[in-house]
């Protein structure tokens, strides 16, 4: 199909159909000209600035790519672009979209503002408009854009079509720029503003990583302990400036997290300590030695509210061959010192923890405190599910909460850190509603309706990052949920625990935010959390997609489907629930685990 031709036509079609406008003069004719940049989208997103977008193969209108963005529950996916023009000009816009409640307009225009939109797009469809430009106008912003929640949509061969300008040229280069606040993992970048700039280019060593609207940036993904160079260019119309003067800045080491003597590669188990069922109960001293942080199940509250935790071991009458208190005692200690770390664990399904108030803030650090000082533990893993954590309508920014039960939390947790010292094993079992749903939603949302726990434990793990030992998201009983290919994923294979590892290995805008990144964790710092039997729970995978999924993450091979942002080879290992369910399926998960870490 002839682009230019079509869009000249539909032009003509339109200025005809204006009051005074009769026909186009040859040399208004020759004057027009398609005045996006990269309006098929063949060179990725260069020229766009977009909240939540990327480039796809297909399915695309025309060329090798195509526009996909997926809106979230506060973010509506606009792409823009601002483009010279002609003060007092005729303008035609017009793109290629599909999927529903697909928008195209344009702003700042100095006359009257315009979009035209399509409720719904199964097949592409195009969609058109003009303006007319004010008599001081220069320049006019361009865009598309879905709706909040509506799923992902596509465009394609936008084109603006008028007089063209003079672009003028290129923005001078960028001064001042300096590094803010620097992490194991990202460098926080701000600069000064240059006048007749529409955008930034920021470049990580030489390689531009991405552009932003205003004068700051933070840059993600990075490694512990690497010195980076950093540079910035302004960008308008006319093309982008010379770079500005490069800026290094070092990483931190991150070697927080507690304890330092964990192996390379780790298996973390929930052991059934305070019930039983079908599984089973296993006795402490008989858990195989492959398992090396051992999560005792589980230490719950007296009251939702109360702050109190008990931890009462199986009675005999429930399970019978429960060993002593004193065996028990012993075998915690028999297990650290063969190198195992024994941690109690707090919630679980029916342990609901709100800590509402300070005063349960503080009882929790004192029940908590006696548990681990009575048996001698290790550490304390966070297991907190259902409805413990939720966000406040006003608390929108996951780096400074304003909840309650989230400030306690986290204050509580470093306290006990603070008291037990750099030893101290510090995990957190969330379920992915919890954590990478927060890609696209975050607790109410701008507009309000939305659950207020997606994305909850977000702040609490940003808070506590540099306290953090493990971080193993329970991929298991989830609903399906988007990765960050913008494509949805569910349990059962290999590629939903590649796609939700990828995510808290890589970062992720929260919301669709693009100024609001939750930063990467370290590899040495997650594990991932799998059932170790069809009984376990919903999600259970063969040992064949457990060991697609470390040769994915930690090698770049036998990936599939999903394409990960990086290799770690130092990804810290796997979590199940549960030993006394591995051990029912004839310790299945356990020597998988051996076989492929060996």
């Not at 303006?131 to 912003?141: A, E, L, N």
């Not at 702040?459 to 960050?484: C, E, F, K, W």
């Amino acid at each position: 199909m002839d682009r230019t031709r079509s869009v000249l036509a539909a032009l003509t079609a339109t200025l005809l159909a204006v009051p005074g406008i009769t026909a186009l003069s040859s040399a208004a004719r020759a004057a027009d000209a398609d005045l996006a940049r990269n309006g098929g989208f063949e060179a990725g997103l260069d020229g766009w600035a977009c909240t939540a977008g990327t480039t796809v193969g297909s399915p695309v209108h025309s060329g090798a790519s195509a526009l996909q963005a997926t809106p979230a529950g506060s973010d509506n996916a606009q792409c823009a672009q601002t483009v010279t023009v002609q003060p007092d000009a005729q303008y035609t816009l017009s793109g290629y979209v599909r999927g529903s409640y697909v928008y195209l307009g344009a702003s700042g225009t100095g006359t009257t503002d315009v979009s035209t939109w399509t409720q719904s797009a199964p097949a592409w469809q195009q969609l058109s408009t003009t303006f007319r430009t004010g008599p001081s106008t220069t320049r006019v912003t361009i865009y598309t854009h879905g709706w909040y929640g509506t799923g992902a949509y596509y465009a394609d061969d936008v084109s603006l079509v008028g007089p063209g300008a003079n672009a003028g040229q290129p923005p001078a280069a960028p001064t001042g720029l300096r590094a803010g606040t620097v992490t194991s993992s990202s460098v926080a970048l701000s600069w000064s503003a240059v006048t007749g700039a529409t955008g930034y280019a920021v470049y990580r060593d030489g390689v531009k990583t991405q552009t932003v609207n205003g004068t700051s940036a933070t840059v993600t993904g990075l490694s512990a302990s690497t010195a980076y160079g950093f540079q910035v260019a302004a960008v308008n119309a006319a093309g982008e400036s010379a770079r500005s003067a490069t800026v290094t800045a070092t990483t931190t080491a991150g070697t927080g997290g507690g304890s330092t003597d964990l192996p390379a590669h780790a298996l973390v188990g929930y052991l059934h300590a305070s019930f039983a069922n079908g599984a089973g109960y296993t006795r402490l001293a008989d858990v195989p030695d492959s398992w090396d942080v051992i999560d005792l199940a589980f230490g719950e509250p007296t009251s939702v509210t109360s702050g109190d935790i008990r931890f009462t071991r199986c009675p005999v009458t429930e399970c019978p061959n429960a060993e002593s208190e004193a065996d028990f005692k012993a075998a915690v200690r028999a297990k650290q010192a063969a190198g195992k770390k024994v941690l109690i664990s707090i919630g679980g399904q029916n342990g609901q923890v709100q800590l509402t108030t300070t005063a349960a803030r503080d009882t929790f650090v004192s029940s908590v405190s006696k548990i681990i000082d009575t048996y001698g533990l290790d550490g304390l893993d966070i297991d907190f599910e259902g409805h413990s954590l939720s966000l406040n309508a006003d608390d929108t920014d996951f780096k400074n909460p304003k909840t309650p039960v989230i400030v306690n939390l986290i204050s509580a947790l470093k306290t006990l850190k603070a008291k037990y010292g750099s030893k101290f094993v510090l995990s957190m079992a969330p379920e992915t509603f919890f954590v990478q749903l927060g890609y696209q939603y975050y607790g109410t949302g701008k507009w309000g309706g939305q659950d207020p726990r997606a994305g909850a434990y977000l702040p609490v793990i940003h808070a506590l990052r540099d306290d953090l030992t493990l971080l193993h998201v329970q991929d298991y009983n989830s609903g399906s949920i988007m990765g960050l290919d913008n494509q949805y994923h569910s349990m059962g294979g290999a590629d939903f625990h590649i796609a939700m590892t990828d995510m808290l290995l890589t970062g992720f805008p929260v919301a669709g935010d693009a100024n609001n990144v939750f930063p990467p964790l370290r590899p040495d710092q997650v594990a991932i959390g799998m059932p170790a039997s069809t009984n376990a729970g919903n999600g259970y995978v063969s040992p064949a997609e457990v060991t697609r999924t470390l040769d994915c993450l930690t090698k770049k091979t036998n990936c599939g489907s999903y394409a990960t942002h990086g290799t770690w080879p130092a990804l810290r290992g796997l979590m199940t629930w549960s030993v006394n369910w591995d051990r029912f399926a004839n310790w299945e998960f356990q020597k998988t685990f051996d076989g492929y870490f060996g």
